[in-house]
Nanobody
Framework: QVQLVESGGGLVQAGDSLRLSCAVSGRSFNSYVMGWFRQAPGKEREFVAAITWSGGSPDYADSVKGRFTISRDIAKNTVYLQMNSLKPEDTADYYC??????????????????WGQGTQVTVSS
């Protein structure tokens, strides 16, 4: 029903910026929550940010609040994660995810049923 493809990851230095993109396709996702999650080696997948497709209720994990911005471009069918002031602890594989907006806590990874393949972000000190 929904397909997601991430891009934009790479190797950067602490303090640099990256913008991740998530190309979205499907018959209908107007009532979906779009989320970004990340997973570092040996750690659980953790919530980063989320927004409804309509653009309402953007929310962020405390660890990225004030540095990251989630947004979407309806015309381009794309969700973005603008990442500023990157830190080494931001190093992880980043995943775009989607689910119906009335389906529980959007901060819980297991509540999402559509996932992209991931894009790697490495931040050196």
């Amino acid at each position: 029903q929904v397909q997601l493809v991430e891009s934009g990851g790479g190797l950067v230095q602490a303090g640099d910026s990256l913008r991740l993109s998530c190309a979205v396709s499907g018959r209908s996702f107007n009532s979906y929550v779009m989320g970004w999650f990340r997973q570092a080696p040996g750690k659980e997948r953790e919530f980063v940010a989320a927004i409804t497709w309509s653009g309402g209720s953007p929310d962020y994990a405390d660890s990225v609040k004030g540095r990251f911005t989630i947004s979407r471009d309806i015309a381009k069918n794309t969700v973005y994660l603008q990442m500023n002031s990157l830190k080494p602890e931001d190093t992880a594989d980043y995943y775009c995810a989607a689910r119906f907006f009335r389906y529980g806590d959007y901060r819980i990874a297991s509540s999402y049923n559509y996932w992209g393949q991931g894009t790697q972000v490495t931040v050196s000190s």
